[in-house]
């Protein structure tokens, strides 16, 4: 069975920063892209940012310059570094990763989904 267990989220003042961890946990093949998605409230959940098992990124262009995302050296955790927080990055952050497993004789690739944890910044 696997999952992905986000921690590091809490309440911080604009300006203030934070860490986001995720580590992918279970028999797995192979911890493809990973990524955060952000959900407001009463809004859609978007891409924060992402990286591929190589090293390649991609970032919103609200947190470019803000916020860095990076793999573990296991490359089945991915962090997020989030600095000069503003209120507007408040919300609920979701890890996101495609993996690749072993079922019966197939290979399946798929996405997977943390719980979330809430990041909350005040002005």
């Known amino acids: 069975q696997v999952r992905l267990v986000e921690s590091g989220g809490g309440l911080v003042q604009a300006g203030g920063s934070l860490r986001l961890s995720c580590a992918a946990s279970?028999?797995?093949?192979?911890?493809?892209?990973m990524g955060w998605y952000r959900q407001a409230p009463g809004k859609q959940r978007d891409l924060v940012a992402s990286i591929t098992s190589g090293g390649s990124t991609e970032y919103a262009d609200s947190v470019k310059g803000r916020f860095t995302i990076s793999r573990g050296n296991a490359k089945n955790t991915v962090y997020l570094q989030m600095n000069s927080l503003k209120p507007e990055d408040t919300g609920v952050y979701y890890c996101?990763?495609?993996?690749?497993?072993?079922?019966?004789?197939?290979?399946?690739?798929?996405?997977?989904w943390g719980q979330g944890t809430q990041v909350t910044v005040s002005s």
């Open positions: 279970g028999s797995t093949v192979s911890v493809n892209t």
């Open positions: 996101n990763a495609r993996i690749t497993t072993q079922v019966m004789s197939s290979v399946v690739t798929r996405d997977y």
